[in-house]
């Protein structure tokens, strides 16, 4: 499957759409995929280097992650004056991020989302309940600063390394903030578009984005993004709950097995 990086066969052009129409859903759904697009880019373009895989991997996400945030604003109609700095300080952060990802090594890629994956995993089954309705933790300035507190961090991580992000930041804003599912998924959706922004303000000049199978990549995330924001807001809290315990198994299971 493997394909030179300015000629991909036909084949890998197809496959790559495949996983971006499904990166798109379940991103939109529970946010995570860039766990689906980076194993699916890594696997076609072997020799590819780790900046360019993740610049392709922000080129076709943005696409996604734009039509479900705009799904989820005219269904949900989250709060701005949380959605707004929770994108403005993951905007900076993923920028810090980005700027750093020519010093992280491909070997180090896998340790790193394994733990953090499985903290999350852990969290998310012993914890049945959250997520069901808001019922938030703080007020006024404490709010806004554990708001921008989350953005900053996962921007930061968005940027550097990115796969499950979108998870990263529902599992925030439901189990530190005490968001119901939908609505913290209507906020990470506008927080990663800004994060996505911000390092391909970083990737593009430095020109590391793989812009046709990029492009290509991001008309299929596009379209599984708008499907999967419509089918979160429709089926609610314990649908998206499922979905994101299935999403962070595999992905746990998937990572463990490629560092044995």
Wanted: some cysteine; glycine content about 12%.
């Amino acid at each position: 499957m493997a394909a030179t990086l300015n000629d991909p066969s036909t084949t890998v052009l197809a496959l790559m759409g495949l996983a971006a129409v499904c990166a798109g859903w379940v991103d939109a759904v529970v946010g995570g995929g860039g766990l689906v697009q980076i194993p699916a880019l890594l696997l076609g373009f072997p020799q590819a280097a780790p900046v360019q895989i993740l610049a392709t991997n922000k080129l076709s996400s943005i696409c996604g992650t734009s039509a479900s945030a705009a799904t989820y604003y005219r269904r949900v109609r989250p709060d701005l004056r949380t959605a707004i700095p929770l994108a403005l300080l993951a905007f900076g952060g993923s920028l810090i991020g980005a700027s750093l990802v020519s010093h992280i090594s491909r070997a180090a890629f896998n340790p790193i989302i394994l733990v953090v994956l499985i903290g999350v995993g852990a969290f998310t089954v012993l914890k049945p309940e959250i997520g069901l309705l808001t019922d938030l933790r703080f007020s006024g300035h404490r709010h806004l600063l554990a708001v921008a507190g989350v953005g900053f961090v996962i921007g930061v991580y968005d940027g550097a390394l990115g796969p499950g992000t979108g998870s990263f930041l529902v599992i925030a804003l439901v189990g530190l903030l005490g968001y119901a599912f939908v609505q913290a998924s209507a906020k990470a959706k506008i927080a990663n578009v800004a994060t996505n922004l911000a390092a391909l303000a970083i990737f593009i000049p430095a020109g590391a984005v793989m812009w046709k199978v990029g492009l290509l990549m991001g008309l299929g995330n596009l379209a599984g993004g708008y499907l999967g924001a419509r089918t979160a807001v429709a089926r609610g809290a314990p649908f998206i709950r499922i979905v994101l315990v299935i999403v962070l198994g595999a992905s746990i299971v998937k990572i463990a097995l490629d560092i044995t």
